[in-house]
């Protein structure tokens, strides 16, 4: 019953945040992927991860939230592990759309917490409205494009009101209308109090929301900085390159 | 050629007339049939999923065994239950030898490992594709495997209608474990041998149109199924 409410954030009254990564590593058959990173996410602000492809952002990401196996060093929420997963949420790099309806689908995690389906596609309705997907919502989750299945992890994510989101380039595939949209919706879960940790390639994507950065490189933090200071004043000559848009091998 | 005309218009005739001894052979096809698939439908569709989501010893061992019981000789499986279920076997007690029931255990020992290897492989593709997303939501052992279920519904259906396509045609087994006894034993495919080799020619194919239309008619279903599977609907 207990886990019936976890939805409503009621479960440990201890925020979920700071985050703590100490020589944090990440290993696949011997073969470093990324690290060691040290890295605190605070309670506010929004961290914006950047750095050429390949260079471990989405290995970031996936160490925080837990899908990827820590190889060496330390990962610490504020609260037990356990308890640390069911507030997070994670909107992946390309979408895994389930063979459902998209009401059904952005329904699922609620139905997880044992919320009564009625309950559960009503509010499903409401957050598929609200990223633009209200006149799609019985249609097969699958035959969404590109840019509509992003909308629909993005609803499927927040719909949980997590303390944290991880989000993986979630606007890849968008217009810049749709972008617009998103950031909006961004900008009100991080007014509800949802945390947000984010990787783009888009500079101006960074540039609007970001509160901190941290650039990537080679599978290593290059630089960590707070965002202003990064634009105008990067400190590594690959940063440097990365933002002025230059090709950073 | 006129005789097979001749055998033609006969077998039709005997399924417009709604023959009682056709009809009651195909009911008995139909009962036999029906019965072996859901009950190995019963154990080889939770058994292709457990096999999926779970990581144990010899799972790889135990994967094999199953690919390979798929091709167990129907005859071979016959002669099994035989041995079980005769006078002297270890279940002849039961008196199960030449009945409806025999030739149920005959064939689900046949397609449950059919059915449990096509539902094995769609929930093991679907899960290495929900993977992520069900441990990044906090989905619990049981509720992985209940959402893995019902979103492969249709590949769990093809299934099914695999295991029944090969039950229905099958002779070999049932024969030998059920004895094709007029108006207790006997079903489409071994009276289909029985009747011709007795020169019965229009009944035996009156008896074989059913059968293709039964056949056509599953794999029809199972074509469209798997059609719209890839059409990425559901
Ligand atoms: N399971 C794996 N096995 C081997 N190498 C891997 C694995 N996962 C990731 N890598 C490698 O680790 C490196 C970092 O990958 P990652 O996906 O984190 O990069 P990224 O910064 O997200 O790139 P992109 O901008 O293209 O999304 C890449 O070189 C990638 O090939
Ligand atoms: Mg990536």
Known sequence: MGKARAWEGQEDARPLLPLELHGAEARVRGKRLLGPVDLTIGRTGTTIVMGPNGSGKTTLLRLMHGLQRLSAGTIRWNIPRAQARERQAYVFQAPIMMRRSVVDSIAYPLILRGMNRRQARARAADWADRVGLGAALHRPAQVLSGGEKQKLALARALILQPEILFLDEPCANLDGRAMREIEAILLDARAGGTRIVMATHDMGQARRLASEIIFLYAGRIHETAEAGAFFARPATAEAAAFINGEIVE | MDGILEGFSQALKLIVTFDPDLYEIIAMSLRVTLTAVIVASLIGLPLGAWLAV??????????????????????????????????????????????????????????????????HQAIRDLWAEYHDLLISMNASRAQRIRTLLWDGRRALLTAMLAGFGRAIGEVGAIMIVGGSIEHSTRVLTTAIALETSKGNLEFALGLGFVLIALAVAVNLTIHTLSGTERASTW
């Open chain 2, 54 to 119: 779970n990581r144990f010893r010899h799972r790889r061992l135990t994967i094999a065994v199953l690919n390979a019981l798929m091709g167990l000789p129907p005859v071979v499986v016959g002669l099994f239950v035989y041995l079980l279920l005769s006078r002297a076997g270890p279940l002849g007690v039961l008196g199960l030898l030449f009945t409806p029931t025999a030739m149920i255990i005959a064939q689900v020992i046949i397609i449950t490992p059919l059915i449990a290897s096509i539902a």
